[in-house]
């Protein structure tokens, strides 16, 4: 079964851009779930999306927003780049809200902002 | 507030000898626990979980233990690979009706398996 894949893998944007980054959960699996990780603090929350429905948000300005499609596929979008959205996001999914806790990340986006 | 805390940034252990990596947490809601693996360039894998109705899972050569009453858990490798060498992230849930809370991740503990 194929893994959760994550596009593109690297980006680089300028400040003031847009990014929006693609994440192709497990087939089968309805839950996702967006991180981010920098070195000063690990990864962090961003939003969990169940059956095309933001079930959870973590602590993260407007200008990080995200979706998710029919098939399960999420996409989240950063508006307004700043210098401190360069990290790695982490998309996961997992196979059902009650199973939630196992999670399987995808490799990743490195995003550079400059 | 870091409700989950991995206070060793790092740790270095001969091949073929036991580690041990540490998590503390402070949210008593907590009922799930999980740890993670991760390479450099990869997303994290995940290694084990234990729910806060047992003290301990085994799985091959990762036991983790919990310990409810010092809101503290362990995971021991046994015996140590250097293909372990990685950094390690402990994480937390609740159970709730509404659906589970997120994860919350500790900020990893860098595992170094010397040959």
């Known amino acids: 079964k194929a893994g959760v894949t994550q596009t593109p893998r690297y980006l680089i944007k300028t400040r003031g851009q847009q990014v929006t980054l693609s994440c192709s959960p497990i087939s089968g699996h309805r839950s996702v779930s967006w991180y981010q990780q920098t070195p000063g603090q690990g990864l962090q929350f961003l939003f969990e999306y169940f059956s095309e429905t933001q079930r959870n948000k973590g602590n993260f300005p407007g200008r990080f927003s995200g979706r998710q499609f029919s098939n399960s596929r999420s996409e989240m979008n950063v508006s307004t780049l700043e210098l401190g959205d360069s990290a790695l996001y982490l998309c996961?999914?997992?196979?059902?809200?009650?199973?939630?806790?196992?999670?399987?990340f995808g490799p990743g986006t490195r995003l550079t902002v400059t | 507030d870091q409700q989950v805390k991995q206070n060793s940034p790092s740790l270095s252990v001969q091949e073929g000898r036991i580690s041990i990596l540490n998590c503390d947490y402070t949210n008593s809601m907590f009922d799930y626990f999980l740890w993670y693996k991760k390479y450099p360039a990869e997303g994290p894998t995940f290694l084990i979980s234990i729910s806060s109705i047992k003290d301990k899972n085994e799985d091959g050569r990762f036991t983790v233990f919990l310990n409810k009453s010092a809101k503290h858990l362990s995971l021991h490798i046994v015996p140590s690979q250097p293909g372990d060498s990685a950094v390690y992230f402990c994480a937390a849930s609740a159970f709730r009706r509404s659906g589970n809370t997120p994860l919350v991740f500790g900020k990893g503990t860098r595992l170094s398996v010397i040959a």
């Open positions: 996961a999914s997992s196979l059902t809200t009650d199973r939630a806790y196992e999670q399987y």
